[in-house]
T-cell receptor
Framework: DAGVTQSPTHLIKTRGQQVTLRCSPK?????VSWYQQALGQGPQFIFQ???????QRGNFPDRFSGHQFPNYSSELNVNALLLGDSALYLC???????????FGQGTRLTVV | DAKTTQPNSMESNEEEPVHLPCNHS???????IHWYRQLPSQGPEYVIH???SNVNNRMASLAIAEDRKSSTLILHRATLRDAAVYYC????????????FGAGTILRVKS
């Protein structure tokens, strides 16, 4: 079992650009959540997708959007990048209403 | 979102037990207590969770106070691989899978 896989592992973008991050959930999981982790802080919840719909959303601006595909994989899109968007972006998958969330290794985004 | 309070850091010797405390005085009746840990350069990893009774699994034990206002994660024999940030999280499992992370406790293990 490959677990949760994220791509790319590292990314450098310029302020104002747009970025797309990708996530493949663990086999058998249908719910995908995205988190942002700034250096030295705990992960912050961005949003969660289930059945291709956004089910929950954290306190993030509309520049952050996502998508879930029929095979349960997911994308996180961030528009008009700011320097403050530099962070580790984590994807987590789970079965709906089953407790244990499995996290990927994350994508390190640097905005310059 | 219910809040938890954890010490910023703790230190332990290898092969000795470690007790990581968590206070959650505003816990509601439907909040489960979850623990995750994050090793350096990795995503968080599930450790254990419970509602009212003490819980054991292959990784750790969770001791929950009778009034549920505090809990303790117990690592029975710390190893160097247990050095990580440990997060205590409250979640209403009837509502959804969102996890609200605080700053956590940095556990250092000395050989």
């Amino acid at each position: 079992d490959a677990g949760v896989t994220q791509s790319p592992t590292h990314l450098i973008k310029t302020r104002g650009q747009q970025v797309t991050l990708r996530c493949s959930p663990k086999s058998g999981h249908d719910t995908v959540s995205w988190y942002q982790q700034a250096l030295g802080q705990g992960p912050q919840f961005i949003f969660q997708y289930y059945e291709e719909e956004e089910r929950q959303r954290g306190n993030f601006p509309d520049r952050f959007s996502g998508h879930q595909f029929p095979n349960y994989s997911s994308e996180l899109n961030v528009n008009a990048l700011l320097l403050g968007d530099s962070a580790l972006y984590l994807c987590a998958s789970s079965r709906d209403r089953i407790t244990e969330a499995f996290f990927g290794q994350g994508t390190r985004l640097t905005v310059v | 979102d219910a809040k938890t309070t954890q010490p910023n850091s703790m230190e332990s010797n290898e092969e000795e037990p470690v007790h990581l405390p968590c206070n959650h005085s505003t816990i509601s009746g439907t909040d489960y207590i979850h623990w995750y840990r994050q090793l350096p350069s990795q995503g968080p990893e599930y450790v254990i969770h419970g509602l009212t009774s003490n819980v054991n699994n292959r990784m750790a034990s969770l001791a929950i106070a009778e009034d549920r206002k505090s809990s303790t994660l117990i690592l029975h024999r710390a190893t160097l691989r247990d050095a990580a940030v440990y997060y205590c999280i409250l979640r209403d499992d009837l509502v959804g899978n969102k996890l609200v992370f605080g700053a956590g406790t940095i556990l250092r293990v000395k050989s």
